[in-house]
């Protein structure tokens, strides 16, 4: 499977933005698709992901509320739609498709996925 993340850029605090995640080589309606991102000087953290069924696991405290996650498995695709945009959710944001037989605490690391795509940048700044 080979990913290919886009729609980051530049946007004010406040604002919003719509990451896709299209995915190639294969299906990935029985994968399960995770969001992370690392931000400069620091580790890559688990965002949230979508189960290969549809539903939605582990969405950080960070971004509950602001970011949503849906799929479309007709296209091949993986949005993260991100709302209230902060200084602080500055990164370059990367998807992730893992296994369906991953349990959930390995989905909440990145040992629960086998492809990843190369990133994009999100910068929120005024």
């Known amino acids: 499977v080979q990913l290919q993340a886009s729609g980051g850029g530049l946007v004010q605090p406040g604002g919003s933005l719509r990451l896709s995640c299209a995915a190639s080589?294969?299906?990935?309606?029985?994968?399960?698709m995770g969001w992370f991102r690392q931000a400069p000087g620091k580790e890559r953290e688990f965002l949230g992901g979508?189960?290969?069924?549809?539903?939605?696991?582990g969405v950080d405290a960070s971004v509950k509320g602001r970011f949503t996650i849906s799929r479309d498995n007709a296209k091949n695709t993986v949005d993260l739609q991100m709302y209230s945009l902060k200084a602080e959710d500055t990164a370059v944001y990367y998807c992730?498709?893992?296994?369906?037989?991953?349990?959930?605490?390995?989905?909440?690391?990145?040992?629960?996925?086998?492809?990843w795509g190369q990133g994009t940048l999100v910068t929120v700044s005024s």
């Open positions: 080589g294969r299906t990935i309606s029985t994968y399960n």
């Open positions: 979508i189960r290969w069924s549809g539903n939605t696991y």
């Open positions: 992730a498709a893992g296994p369906k037989t991953k349990i959930l605490s390995t989905l909440l690391t990145s040992s629960g996925y086998e492809y």
